[in-house]
């Protein structure tokens, strides 16, 4: 059917849900002027794990955004906000209701992707919230400069890695250490600056806070030189070894960058990993003309990380898949000592071989999860693990770690994950599922992973760990509040304030706040 586009006035559509979704397409007019345009469409996230009905737009300007809040009142629709796509647990998606009707206006943020100033001499950016890292890094590259703390690949918007507060290879602990200020507009319409000077709770709110409180619009981040560092790799260590480097590492300076690979394969599973530290050098040990400072981006050998990914999907061949991977891994998958990188180059991770599912893709996803680990429980968490994967019969793909050094409580997230006690291992766990799901759409709208994943969480809450709130909502009540009910509740307090009629609730947050109670 051809979509239809009307113009409705909002003062008629109060109380009146069915002339809005009985049309594909409607624009809203505030004081007989066309303000802005949003669709029905269904949605998925990428994991394709679940499908929502939902009203979509595409703000550009302040005003469509403010317009959006206005309307959505009139019309007792909520609003959520999209960057790439990438969080799984509902984060930004509402369910339409049992007839089917949208409950929400999903806010897609990639047009709101302009780089607004570089402050040179105090070592600042400000950008749109759309922006993808990697557009940053082309635009501080010219300039010699890099990000502090970038997520492990550059395909993500930084608004989105803002609300959920990641962190990358490098040291310097989570992106709330490198956030200078936060502009958003809140669920009154209000737009605010704030900063850890003016008011410090809604900052820390803000900051790993999924989009709960209004919708983020721009980010000024601390930026640093582009230093020239030297990788130091260790191929094949045990478990035990790796403790006791990271015991080293937590002495060292936060300039360095670390990285793991973990073996999969039935032989050493879990027990044997590869690891590089980037460590700075001095720019002299280069030549200005030398081409690795150029920023590089191409994929090299992506077939190749596509096919074993691809053997390691299909299950005939997962065993022998998992065992040329830490093959790979253990020769060429981590670069060589002495090799020398640009810090731009070595953020700027290509990961669009992940996206190469060549194997029977209707029945097959990929999903991710990450856990926090002290480092000394680290062994004890990795056997629980593998007892998980086995015992379930998981398909696990692909195991890395980074390090996280404790952080200061009053710097970081007000939900966050780290812990200002003692140092983190990340560990990153990349699974495949398989499941008949919906063939038309590709969708595994039915597959459901809370017994496993509440077993991996709670081994990691008895180890003093955590887990990561971005992915599937597959935990329990009691899992996501563990040591963490005190801050929710302040969390859903400042969300109050700012958001008086819940006008950001989308599925997670829905969630969440029951998940207090």
């Avoid at 200005?288 to 096919?307: F, H, T």
């Avoid at 700027?348 to 209707?362: A, C, E, G, H, R």
């Amino acid at each position: 059917m051809k979509s239809v586009l009307v113009a409705i006035p909002a003062w008629m559509m109060i109380g009146l849900s069915n002339p809005v979704y009985a049309v594909d397409k409607c624009e809203a007019v505030f004081g007989g002027m066309l303000k802005f345009q949003y669709e029905t469409k269904e949605v998925m996230d990428v994991s394709r794990t679940a499908k929502v009905r939902t009203f979509t737009t595409s703000p550009t300007t302040t005003e469509d955004i403010q317009d959006a809040i206005a309307y959505s009142k009139n019309n007792g629709l909520k609003i959520t906000v999209k960057g790439t796509n990438h969080s799984h647990g509902g984060h930004n998606r509402r369910h339409q209701d049992k007839i089917g009707k949208p409950q929400a206006i999903q806010l897609d943020m990639l047009r709101f992707n302009k780089i607004i100033r570089l402050d040179k001499e105090n070592l600042e950016v400000t950008i749109q919230a759309g922006v993808i890292w990697k557009d940053l890094s082309i635009f501080l590259d010219r300039e010699g400069l890099a990000a502090k703390t970038e997520q492990s690949s550059n395909i993500f918007s930084i608004g989105g890695s803002v609300a959920t507060n990641i962190h990358g290879r490098d040291i310097h602990g989570p992106l709330a250490n490198s956030i200078k200020e936060i502009k958003f507009i809140d669920g009154n319409g209000v737009e605010r600056v704030v900063n850890r000077a003016n008011d410090l709770q809604t900052f820390r709110a803000l900051i790993g806070g999924y989009g709960g409180l209004g919708v983020i619009t721009e980010v000024t981040l601390k930026v640093e030189k582009n230093y020239l560092y030297k990788a130091q790799s260790v191929q094949n260590v045990s478990v035990a070894d790796y403790i006791d480097y990271i015991k080293t590492l937590s002495e060292k300076p936060d300039d360095r960058m670390n990285y793991v690979r973990v073996n999969i394969s039935v032989k050493s599973a879990f027990t044997k990993m590869s690891y590089v530290e980037w460590v700075p050098i001095s720019d002299e040990s280069e030549s200005p003309n030398w081409k690795g400072w150029q920023l590089n981006l191409v994929e090299k050998n992506r077939w190749v990380s596509s096919l074993i990914m691809n053997l390691m999907r299909y299950k005939p061949t997962s065993n022998f898949g998992k065992a040329v991977k830490d093959f790979m891994d253990k020769f060429f998958g981590l670069p060589k000592t002495g090799t020398h990188k640009t810090k731009n180059n070595i953020l700027n991770n290509p990961v669009q071989f992940l996206f190469d599912n060549f194997y029977n893709q209707k029945r097959s996803v990929d999903i991710l999860q990450e856990y926090f680990i002290p480092a000394e429980e680290l062994q004890t968490f990795l056997f629980s693990l593998k007892n998980t994967t086995e015992k379930n019969q998981l398909d696990l793909m692909n195991v890395t770690m980074r390090y996280i050094p404790k952080i200061e409580r009053e710097q970081d997230g007000l939900l966050s994950p780290y812990s200002d006690k003692q140092d983190l291992i990340a560990i990153v766990l990349y699974f495949n599922i398989q499941e008949d799901g919906n063939l038309n759409n590709g969708d595994l709208v039915e597959y459901n992973g809370s017994k496993w994943t509440q077993e991996l969480i709670s081994s990691a809450q008895k180890l003093g760990g955590t887990f990561y709130w971005p992915y599937h909502r597959w935990w329990s009540n009691e899992q996501i509040t563990h040591n963490q009910k005190e801050n929710i509740q302040k969390y859903f307090k400042i969300k109050d304030e700012l958001d008086p009629l819940n006008i950001f609730e989308s599925d997670f947050m829905h969630h969440l706040r029951r998940a207090q109670d």
